[in-house]
DNA sequence: GTCTATATCTTGATAGAC
DNA sequence: GTCTATCAAGATATAGAC
């Protein structure tokens, strides 16, 4: 959960664009060669810092999980109402998709899973349940202030709100409509609201 | 969308074996080698059939959609309710993870996009439109006949529906919780139900 | 830390015999 | 239609010089 040294300068370089790449082509859509021409260095080199593609992997979606706790806890910060907390939350997958034109790296390697070395989809794997604690708390808090329907199962609607959303954003992706994952998220969060006009 | 010439056997064969491999480790993840292995011939014999790689994943995902607009058929024929027809759909879903242990073909490739030989995206984007244009035929019906919530945006609604079911088989065949998925289709369902006790 | 050089393997694809 | 043989390219990874 936590980073343990402090990374190198070259060795957050490697990272940042390892993880780039794999949030635009997957897994087994990168190459050391393509990490090593973004960074501007030999492909042997990255063996130094990461010693096999799977720990760069690794490495690459601890960071992400990292940095998206960050963003979470930005979010839980502020003093806005459940609903807009979903909202930010979408914002997070749609400035991911139209500004960096990328997909959640999660997503994309989660659909790798049966190519990925084991440590790697555990780490996948645990990025889920992170969001599924995040979510699972802000619905809840939502529905004790009344702005949630009361009668839905908590724990699964974070599930299927993350499930949305990394669906969308990969269809959105594949055909060029962003739209659809905005328009995604606002449904499922309409779907939620007892609060509609 | 239709067939053109009958696919001789061993061209079925190919198909199928290509089918399912890219359902289990993507287009990025399996080979013409490993279609031979499974078929019983050499991978250059494959070439014949098929010249290119981008040529033998458009026609599997040609009789993909085939295949499953015929699923799709045999739902609507039943005299059944849009909520069942809804859990029917899901079902398929469901089958294709625990009975075949793969994901959906599309889903899948979807998310290898930026790696995708361009006709072969436009048929996985194909795929999503025969989806959206069955679901939500299916949800207006629900609409029309009371038992869906009227608020719901039609053909949004089948698109999130569709995101949820496609997310939701990615996270559950990584973290191997396959529950996740028929969950999240019941939860959908459940949220548009305005028949609820 | 980064390099060159290299080993080893796998890939998609082609040529030509049968 | 399928084979053998082969190719050129690209992959991960290692050894050792600098």
């Not at 939350?89 to 997909?103: E, P, R």
């Not at 599930?159 to 594949?174: D, K, N, Y």
Request: charged share 20%; hydrophobic share 40%; net charge negative.
């Amino acid at each position: 959960m936590t980073s343990q040294e402090p990374l190198s300068q070259k060795a957050s370089e490697i990272l940042g664009s390892a993880q780039s790449l794999m949030q635009d082509k997957g897994y087994n859509g990168f190459s050391f060669r393509d990490v090593a021409a973004q960074v501007g260095i030999k492909s042997a080199s990255i063996h130094y810092h990461f010693p096999t593609k799977g720990d760069l992997a690794k490495a690459a979606v601890g960071s992400y999980r990292e940095a998206f706790s960050k963003l979470l806890e930005d979010i839980s910060a502020q003093n806005i109402t459940p609903r807009s907390q979903l909202q930010k939350y979408g914002d997070i997958f749609m400035d991911t998709l139209t500004v960096k034109h990328n997909a959640c790296l999660c997503g994309i390697l989660a659909s790798e899973a049966e190519s990925l070395p084991e440590d790697v989809r555990h780490q996948v794997d645990g990025f889920f349940d992170d969001q599924r604690a995040w979510l699972s708390a802000v619905v809840e808090a939502g529905i004790k202030d009344g702005t949630f329907r009361s009668v839905i199962a908590t724990q699964q609607y974070a599930i299927t709100f993350l499930s949305a959303l990394e669906g969308a954003m990969i269809i959105a992706r594949s055909t060029q409509k962003p739209e659809i994952l905005n328009q995604t998220t606002d449904q499922m969060i309409g779907l939620i609201d007892d609060t509609a006009d």
